[in-house]
Nanobody, 118 residues
Framework: VQLQACGGGLVQARESLRLSCAAS????????VGWWRQSPGNQRERIAS???????AYADSVKGRFTISRDNAKNMMYLEMNSLKTEDTAVYYC?????????????WGRGTQVTVSS
């Protein structure tokens, strides 16, 4: 099982970042995949998802600013983040929907830190 998000970093408000996620085929064959984020003291929240057919859904907090996409041939998904805000600061994770599990436990893999400064 592989889930590896990358592309995070430190940016200023209103700038952009593009996150990438490499997933194993067993995860990517799921109909829907998505991005989650978790900031200190808060629960992990799903912010974007995309089906195999390309239908997307977004949390209200990122709608109009973030764009999710996927490349089924490469088992990759992406998150284009524009007009970043300080409240977007979090660790970002990718996963299938429902999330992958290993030995009965939800597996999240490696997230990537996004820090947005004012």
């Amino acid at each position: 099982v592989q889930l590896q998000a990358c592309g995070g970093g430190l940016v200023q408000a209103r700038e952009s970042l593009r996150l990438s996620c490499a997933a194993s085929g067993s995860i990517f064959r799921a109909n829907t995949v998505g991005w989650w984020r978790q900031s200190p003291g808060n629960q992990r929240e799903r912010i974007a998802s995309i089906t195999n057919g390309g239908s997307t859904a977004y949390a209200d907090s990122v709608k109009g600013r973030f764009t999710i996409s996927r490349d089924n041939a490469k088992n990759m998904m992406y998150l284009e983040m524009n007009s970043l805000k300080t409240e977007d600061t979090a660790v970002y994770y990718c996963n299938s929907l429902p999330p992958a599990s290993v030995y009965g436990y939800v597996y999240w893999g490696r997230g990537t830190q996004v820090t947005v400064s004012s």
